[in-house]
Each structure stands twice: as structure tokens, then as C-alpha cells.
């Protein structure tokens, strides 16, 4: 896989400080959570951004003042008859609500980013995306779909799945199960596809992760699978907004939240439909 370095780095750098590793298994890197579970490196970034917003949050709480406590008061004695009169303390008041810090954008990134979108889309690349399901440790792919820049469908197939799967009409990522079961393997596909795969750059949103899952589906069925050039446009628009994650780390953002935030319409998360929403994304950032 040709991500680039710095890409790479990124990711790998905020998966280890977490405790996270790559394990070799079976002759594929397999990502492992501190517990040693088998976790994709975008649910692993999921968790690790949600620790570090629920560590800011009671860091936040220690450091809140602790309201005075009121002193009672203290009455003067009557001259007659000789009593004295108390008072009870008066209610402290209550503690004011915590309102979050505002978010602070970092965006000295954002202009890089968009000039390289701009450049990237001069040498036409294609836009990839795959959806998986998980039968075990090990995802599997039930649908790929490539699209140019101008949106043309340039390759889209389901793909039947190794596991055993029962021919219902309940809905795998959207697919129904006699769907999938009626559709071809990876290897009656790989002459169509795999030429498309190595002679394109291709944009992914979480390329890390769709690729390494390509790699081990290929292996899978002992299909060569050149060097291929990516780039991954989850970590492309990290940087563009701005969110850091921890003082080194941006914060990684879902295809819909970053759809979302650019005004960008997605469907129910087919490939076909996240493609051409990652399509669209790379657009927006050319004139952002």
C-alpha cells in the first residue's frame, strides 16, 4: 500500500501512544486494542477521541472552584433578659454550570490542504470504496465501487462472501442476503477490477483500513495484488478543519460528520454511495 508517509505516521503515532499495535497473523497486520482484541484502525481512532474528550471533560470538573461556604452570623447579645439569638447559616450558593470550552480550530494546515486537493485532481484519480462485513476476526468484502471525478460509474459489483450466509430478505449494509448470495466471488471479478486498482491513483476515505481489508481478501484467495497508490481523504480533511484530538493529533472525522459539516448529501452508506460522496468531498475542498 503507497500511503503517504506522513499519513502513515500520523496514524500510527496516535495508535501506538493509546496502546494500540499491529500484529502479523496468519501473514496479514492485524490491528489489537490494549486488551488484545481485533479492532479496524477508524474504530480504534473512534475510541481513542472519545477517551480523550471524557478525560478534557473531568479534568475540567476537578478544576471548577469549590464555592465558599457561608459564614454564620454572628448576633449582638440583648441587654434584657440576657439570651442569646442565633441564626442558622445561609444556603451556599449553587455552583454555576460548566459551559464547554469553545472548540479551537488549528487551520494553519487548511491551505496545504486545498491546493492539494487541487493538484491531485489534475491527475484524475479514482474514487474507491468497498463495505465489509464482519463474520469473525477478519472483515470480509460484500461490495467494491469505483467512480471517476466527473461521477461516471467506472467499476461496481457485489461480492458473495466466504462465510455461510442464509438467503433472507434482512439487509446486510443495505444488501439484502439473496443478493449477495446470487452475486460473484472476488476472483470472477479480479480480472475487471484489479487493473483498475493498480494503474489509477485512488481516493479512500479511511484508506488504511479499506486497503489492508483488500490486501487480506486477495491473500484470501492467492490473487496478486500490486503496490497501490492511495490517498486517504479522512486524514486529508482532518487536517483541513482543524479539530485536534491531542496536542499532536487531529481529530479523525466519519465520511457523514464530514459531509455534513461541507453541506454534502449521503445516502445509506452503500459503496456506490460513499463514493460518490467522497467524490463530492474532494470537489469541495478544490474550491474551499
Not at 16 to 40: A, C, F, M, S
Not at 72 to 78: N, S, T
Not at 151 to 177: C, V, W, Y
Amino acid at each position: 500500500m503507497a500511503l503517504e508517509n506522513n499519513e502513515r505516521e500520523q496514524l500510527n503515532a496516535a495508535l501506538k501512544r493509546h496502546g494500540y499495535r499491529w500484529v502479523k497473523e496468519n501473514g496479514q497486520w492485524i490491528l489489537k486494542d490494549p486488551q488484545g482484541r481485533t479492532i479496524t484502525p477508524e474504530k480504534a481512532m473512534s475510541m481513542i477521541q472519545k477517551n480523550v474528550a471524557a478525560s478534557a471533560t473531568s479534568v475540567s470538573a476537578a478544576s471548577a472552584p469549590t464555592p465558599a461556604k457561608s459564614r454564620p452570623v454572628r448576633q449582638a447579645k440583648a441587654s434584657t433578659p440576657p439570651q442569646t439569638a442565633t441564626t442558622s447559616p445561609a444556603p451556599a450558593p449553587a455552583p454555576a454550570l460548566q459551559k464547554a470550552p469553545p472548540v479551537q480550530l488549528h487551520l494553519n494546515d487548511r491551505p496545504a490542504i486545498v491546493s492539494w486537493a487541487q493538484q491531485i485532481i489534475r491527475r484524475r484519480p479514482l474514487i474507491f470504496d468497498l463495505e465489509t462485513i464482519q463474520p469473525g476476526l477478519n472483515d470480509e468484502i460484500i461490495e467494491v465501487s469505483l467512480v471517476d471525478l466527473a461521477g461516471r460509474i467506472i467499476f461496481h459489483s457485489l461480492i458473495k462472501p466466504d462465510q455461510a450466509i442464509e438467503a433472507t430478505n434482512s439487509d446486510m449494509h443495505g444488501i439484502p442476503t439473496n443478493m449477495l448470495l446470487q452475486a460473484p466471488i472476488l476472483p470472477e471479478i479480479w480480472p475487471q477490477l484489479y487493473p483498475l486498482l493498480i494503474q489509477n491513483e485512488l481516493i479512500i476515505f479511511s484508506a488504511a483500513y479499506k486497503i489492508r481489508i483488500l490486501r487480506q481478501a486477495a491473500a484470501f484467495y492467492q490473487l496478486g495484488l500490486s503496490a497501490i497508490v492511495s490517498h486517504c481523504l479522512m486524514v486529508k480533511y482532518a487536517m483541513y478543519a482543524g479539530v485536534k484530538a491531542t496536542e499532536r493529533d487531529y481529530k479523525l472525522h466519519t465520511l457523514p460528520e464530514a459531509c455534513a459539516a461541507l453541506k454534502i448529501p449521503t445516502g445509506s452508506g452503500r459503496a456506490l454511495e460513499d463514493a460518490e460522496a467522497t467524490r463530492q468531498l474532494l470537489l469541495t475542498l478544490t474550491n474551499a
